[in-house]
């Protein structure tokens, strides 16, 4: 049974960072494709990025260059680097992750889900 747990969420000015993480575990991590997610109040959840089972990334074209997924093995653990946060990226933020290689962004395609953590980013 997959479970994600997500922490690292908060409030912050904007132009700050926070790092998000994502600890996972009842399946072979090293497997699975991760993501994040994010979603607003009355917005559509959107992707923000990807990382695949060998490491490749994928960004949403509104955070590239401001943040960096990554992920450690070793820790069955996934991160959300966010600098230079803006307004606009306050949202919740979930992880999500789906067997074997992927690389699309699209919420539909991922069936394991963490509860989220909040993120709030004021002017």
């Known amino acids: 049974q997959v479970q994600l747990v997500e922490s690292g969420g908060g409030s912050v000015q904007a132009g700050g960072s926070l790092r998000l993480s994502c600890a996972a575990s009842?399946?072979?991590?090293?497997?699975?494709?991760m993501a994040w997610f994010r979603q607003a109040p009355g917005k559509e959840r959107e992707g923000v990025a990807l990382?695949?089972?060998?490491?490749?990334?994928v960004y949403a074209a509104s955070v590239k260059g401001r943040f960096t997924i990554s992920r450690d093995n070793a820790k069955n653990a996934l991160y959300l680097q966010m600098n230079s946060l803006k307004p606009e990226d306050t949202a919740m933020y979930s992880c999500?992750?789906?067997?074997?290689?992927?690389?699309?962004?699209?919420?539909?395609?991922?069936?394991?889900w963490g509860q989220g953590t909040q993120v709030t980013v004021s002017s």
């Open positions: 009842g399946y072979t991590y090293t497997s699975y494709s």
């Open positions: 999500a992750a789906r067997k074997g290689w992927w690389s699309l962004l699209r919420p539909e395609s991922f069936d394991s």
């Open positions: 990382i695949d089972n060998y490491g490749g990334t």
